[in-house]
DNA sequence: GCGTAACCGAGACGGTACGTCGGGTCTTCCG
DNA sequence: CGGAAGACCCGACGTACCGTCTCGGTTACGC
């Protein structure tokens, strides 16, 4: 968001040449602001490698030649998002749940042009196996940090012992993709306490157990 | 799934002409089973209105004169699947809920043409707000029907009272859209039980309670 | 020549919508036009399919519906220049001769758009076997109407029955060809008269025979 | 013919290395190999620098650093054929000619590759006017040979005094190319001495003269 | 009972984007 | 500095669908 500026718009003095036989980072750059930048324009629709190429003044074999899809440019996209932001390990499981649906998944699309890739990255695995293969890969290891903080639970005797961890993180995934996928992301912003307390203590009146 | 096989491949000898200045229904038949075929045979992608007109041997007009665009026509194929299986009530809030998520969602969509017509469906309301539209609406009004079973369940006691019902619903339906956009219909047949039993247990180990 | 003009550049106002089910005439005189415009323009280098799409306000599919290539484009366009000049049958051989050299070749290829179009068929050709066989068509037909002329004088005694009329037309043909490849036509717009006598009367000594 | 077996196909052990400041004889010959080779097996179209460069094992700054453009390098090609075949100056202008015509066009292009490669400069040389050129000076230095055999015959009363030699010599040249250029070098391998009588007798009727 | 309005199949139209190929330029790295 | 390698920008290729349009023909309805 800091430096791209110039990419922004075909100035006709950004013109980069090659650099010899290897990759140069600048045009990956400029490629990859080019996307970010269709998608904050035309959105979801709208987005073509011919405009990315376009407006990144980069021809479209050179796109082809890193990418073999749109879809991997787009997963491409979405990881410069990834945010950095603390993940906690507070050692309260309710405080770390709601922190990963607050900081990873709601909060973090929640004004983001982040969404619209992530809902663009959706669509297009229904359509593209690879899209779906990498889509997936990409989310078992996002998952994987937070089936690790549940494990800990259990062995703090927080979390019950026969409670299948990842099913947990599924319910917890499943719930912030279904909120982007109906464009309702702020609407759940406000649920983010409520749902995690549903996966926690269940529905079930504990009276009656 | 009966009547359809004649138009299955253009034979030539189904030619409709117009039957005067009204709709003609088994043209509207034709279109619908030869979108289902479509989908059928190509999948997601290679659904395209120009396919679907070649195979009913319908013009193009004919199709965009009763459907605006192509999610509508999908979303009418859809709902010609629309199962109308009982949905028990049985008394038991356990039970309907693994019957909800089996008959109406997982094992509805699993083995059959409704998954990738509704993962199409899904995918298209990423980038067409209408499509957006007319799916949350018919998803709402799916959900109201066990909104209404948890409900009872409150009466009955079985559910504690200051349970969001909608949240419950919620968390199941995501979860079966999320195993459902990333092809994994056929696992989740296999966790369905537990799902329900962590939506209604919670995580928390209840001795430390 | 004379209607082209609103085509000549896209002024926005001639756009040419489908006319039902059959080809579009003005489209495929727009489509011409813009040909020889592009050509007159660019040459035979920068001649594109795309650069006659754009110049005729059509699309690069409508071009290729009804031509299957660029050769073939260019062939119709040079048909379109196809003189309708009358081509005399003087009743003298040589005079004939010199105006189908000067008229139908050499002539018509001077100070013409014709010279350009045709020389670029003639490179096609060399790459493209479909190009070669329909300029060969082209040519056997321009070909015949002389040979008639020469069979003419035959029968009145001013050409030598043994002569293959088809070989005197070749090398009357064969050597305008020449000319126009290297570029030559205007310096061999002064030596007509020279060829056919050359032709006519043979290189060897006459008193020694 | 005889030692490019090696370039034929790329087998990795034969790249070839620099040796210092200077240019490498062994990499122009590959690369003269592989455009000979290329032209071989891909016919007219399908000759690319790239092709080449890959074939020959070279990169294509190579090739451009010592040809500016295809052209060059297909006139190069083209003179390694020069055949040094004896042209005869028999004293019989008929003989000669015939031999001409035989022995340095048809013939040679006849089941030669010598064919595909001067069709291949000629089209070239339709578009782009250094090719012209080169042609132009390369075919004025083959046809000075003959045009001097032709005022020999003059000397020796054979040929009319007042025939423009240069002009007959164009009127075999002519026909040669217009064969090549349609592609029928082999049928008119049948037709070389009527062409030749054609030229010395002419068409008119002598009894009339 | 006859004109007309709306439907129907068909397919051409102007477009946009696709993914590929080759052109000619440039730069690095190795010898 | 020569040569291999290959990335770079660019432009054109030929194809697939989009959504619109007009055609010629076919009923059924309303005046």
């Not at 937070?146 to 639970?153: G, M, N, P, S, T």
Request: aromatic residues 8%.
């Amino acid at each position: 968001m800091d430096l791209k500026d110039s990419q922004a718009e075909p100035t006709g003095a950004v013109t980069r040449k090659s650099i010899g036989a290897r990759r140069n980072p600048a045009s990956q750059e400029a490629i990859l602001d080019a996307a970010e930048a269709v998608l904050n324009e035309g959105g979801v629709a709208g987005f073509s490698i011919e405009a990315v190429a376009k407006k990144a003044r980069a021809g479209k074999p050179t796109i082809y030649r890193w990418w073999p899809n749109r879809t991997a440019l787009m997963l491409d996209v979405y990881r410069r998002f990834k945010n950095e932001r603390p993940f906690p390990d507070t050692g309260s499981l309710r405080a770390d749940l709601v922190a990963f649906l607050d900081n990873q998944l709601l909060g973090f699309w929640h004004n983001s042009l982040a969404a619209t890739v992530y809902r663009a990255l959706i669509a297009e695995a229904q359509t593209d196996q690879a899209a779906a293969d990498a889509l997936y890969a990409y989310q078992e290891g996002r998952k994987a940090v937070v089936i690790q903080i549940i494990e800990k639970a259990k062995l703090r005797g927080e979390c019950a012992p026969e409670v299948n961890s990842e099913l947990i993180v599924d319910l917890i995934v499943s719930y912030a993709w279904h909120q982007l996928l109906l464009g309702r992301v702020e609407a759940a912003m406000g649920t983010i306490e409520a749902v995690v307390d549903s996966v926690l203590h269940g529905a079930l009146n504990s009276t009656t157990r």
